[in-house]
């Protein structure tokens, strides 16, 4: 069976699904990319399952393309206009993001919204054991991750320009009525006793403490290129869940690569991480803190709700994921596939509930 370095690396021809009118984009390019010229070659990034993402290949030098999916959509999902507003202000604050050329909001070109950013040339790690790196460099990565997301929740959202991006306040409440209602409203995908039991008891549950940060919503190592040879993040990709939030709930989803199992999915819980050189997750917690100013005893206290929390709304991403198989919207193997983890996350997710003291 293939590694997951294998299914989602480099790119492939265009899918039939997400095919366009190349022809379209060619004009719109050499109207609005500066020092863009022809010809183009179009390719698709093998990874990525919500936008459908293409190379864009020229004699000069290449392009991603980021685009909403062809198909009937949930309100407010796939809203590439969000991800070109933070990355374009965030590359402008010197974080680690690609350079934005132009968004594009007219249906007509390639049939759905889609912006344009710069090819950053570097690796994408499939695997969070990191397993082709050197043993002795591994916990290097690691703090080059812990490093990028704590630079990302010290930037000031107000000074970056990101002051309107979300809802300062009551972020968690927010986002698991969001998600609950996600969950509730998509009846294709069906329903799940564990969901059902975590939409009841996590708005009751939310610890103490409110702060405001730029959130990414999904930071994990496969959502970043690091340097051909180097522990260094080049571009944090795929800001479609990015928004205004609480740091501690962006961290604690990074985190909880700690507690998820390897299969389908970014998790160390199988993993010996002293012999792997990875750090362990309360090493983790201290490094972020460190680097945030947090109060590690306050983090660790409530990790197990953060967790529950977060769990629970990959689970509703998911669950999300398998609507849109349902639909018809999403037809890639690998979509069918993660459709499938709904049940395991959701158990997974109430467990960690039952560790911060769920009954039931």
């Known amino acids: 069976m293939a590694s997951r370095q294998e299914q989602f690396s480099g790119t492939a021809e265009v899918r039939e699904a997400h095919r366009f009118d190349e022809a379209a984009l060619d004009a719109w390019m050499q109207a609005n990319v500066r020092d863009y010229a022809g010809p183009l070659e179009v390719r698709q990034f093998k990874g990525g399952q919500s936008n459908p993402t293409y190379k864009l290949i020229t004699p000069k030098r290449a392009y991603v393309l980021r685009r909403k999916p062809p198909g009937t959509l949930l309100k407010s999902a796939h809203a590439v206009d969000r991800e070109y507003k933070v990355i374009t202000a965030l590359f402008a604050q010197g974080f680690p993001v690609a350079e934005t050329f132009g968004l594009c909001t007219d249906e007509s070109v390639i049939g759905t ?57 009551n972020y968690f409440a927010r986002q698991i009525g969001r998600w609950s209602q996600q969950y509730l409203d998509d009846e ?15 708005p009751a549950n939310i610890p103490p403490g409110d702060e405001v940060a730029i959130v990414h919503g999904d930071y994990r190592c496969d959502n970043m290129i690091f340097h051909p040879t180097e522990p260094k993040v080049l571009a944090v990709l795929d800001w479609e869940l990015s928004t205004l939030g609480h740091p501690l709930a962006d961290f604690s989803y990074h ?70 198989v349902v639909r018809g919207t999403a037809a890639s193997a690998h979509a069918k596939a993660m459709s499938a983890t709904v049940e395991p996350l959701a158990k997974l997710a109430w467990e960690q509930a039952q560790k911060a003291g769920a009954k039931g």
Request: with cysteine.
């Open 113 to 169: 919204w889609f912006y344009v950013m710069d090819c950053v040339e570097g690796r994408v790690i499939w695997d969070g054991t990191f397993p082709d790196v050197p043993t002795a460099d591994r916990r290097r990565y690691f703090e080059a991750m812990n490093e990028t997301i704590a630079h990302l929740h010290t930037i000031d959202p107000v000074a970056a320009g990101l002051g309107d991006f979300g809802k300062p306040g």
């Open 188 to 202: 294709a995908a069906g329903r799940v006793p564990e969901m059902d039991k975590l939409v009841e008891w996590l």
């Open 255 to 324: 985190l909880m690569m700690y507690r998820m199992p390897p299969t389908g999915t970014v998790g160390l819980t199988d993993v010996n991480l002293a012999e792997m050189n990875i750090p362990t997750e309360q090493e983790y917690v201290e490094m972020y803190c460190r680097r945030t100013g947090h109060d590690v005893a306050m983090v660790n206290a409530n990790m197990d709700f953060y967790v529950a929390y977060n769990m629970f709304r990959l689970a509703a991403i998911v669950h999300g994921i398998r609507g849109r």
